[in-house]
């Protein structure tokens, strides 16, 4: 299996501040990596695929980018809002595999 | 609007079974594979099982493999994942969720398995 490697595990940010999570695997994934936002109590929901393409209705201060094994999810301007735990995936392989997810906290 | 919703969940024995369903609405349930993952409560995202809309070809984790079960009925888009056997550690959140080109575009909004004597 895959294993997918989130850093920080967590972080404290303020609003209008850029933040950058990093996503490493433990092999190529190329570029079948996605990044999810999960809020307390609610499912994930998709903001990136395929590394660095935005989910049609995310804003687009959300980004991506990477490719095989090292991969970053950058918010350039914190909201409120934006307080939730992020995950990677892979779907390159089987079984898809996810890392272990970035508590951020505003 | 494209929408997942799980039912069955509740609190069962272990060694006990469950079947949980995902039903399906406005999208081709027969042209995207379906996957069913799991979340312990506050913990991180664990995929269970995946079954291929036009063949029989379900594939499953290692932790679940001869234990769970999935298969779909299409005159009611909806999955199913049969849960025999369950043992303490099968208690999670467990979602369905749309593939959508390799990427998981629609969650449900997942329901609560508890295994607990």
């Known amino acids: 299996d895959i294993q997918m490697t989130q850093s920080p595990s967590s972080l404290s940010a303020s609003v209008g501040d850029r933040v950058t999570i990093t996503c490493r695997a433990s092999?190529?994934?190329?570029?079948?990596l996605n990044w999810y936002e999960q809020k307390p109590g609610k499912a994930p929901k998709l903001l990136i695929y395929?590394?660095?393409t935005l989910e049609r209705g995310v804003p687009s201060r959300f980004s991506g980018s990477g490719s095989e094994t090292h991969f970053t999810l950058t918010i350039s301007s914190l909201q409120p809002e934006d307080s939730a735990t992020y995950y990677c995936?892979?779907?390159?392989?089987?079984?898809?595999?996810f890392g272990q997810g970035t508590k951020l906290e505003i | 609007e494209v929408k997942l919703v799980e039912s069955g969940g509740g609190l069962v024995q272990p060694g006990g079974s469950l079947r949980l369903s995902c039903a399906a609405s406005?999208?081709?349930?027969?042209?995207?594979?379906i996957h069913w993952v799991r979340q312990v409560p506050g913990k991180g995202l664990e995929w269970v099982s995946r079954?291929?809309?036009?063949?029989?070809?379900?594939t499953y984790a290692d932790s679940v493999k001869g234990r769970f079960t999935i298969s779909r009925d299409n005159a009611k888009n909806t999955l199913y994942l049969q849960m025999n056997s369950l043992r303490v550690e099968d208690t999670a959140v467990y979602y369905c969720?749309?593939?959508?080109?390799?990427?998981?575009?629609?969650w449900g909004q997942g329901t609560l398995v508890t295994v607990s004597s």
């Open positions: 406005g999208f081709s349930f027969s042209d995207h594979f």
């Open positions: 079954f291929i809309g036009d063949e029989n070809s379900p």
């Open positions: 995936q892979q779907t390159y392989s089987t079984p898809p595999t």
């Open positions: 969720a749309r593939d959508h080109g390799s990427s998981w575009d629609c």
């Open positions: 395929a590394a660095a």
């Open positions: 092999q190529s994934v190329s570029s079948f």
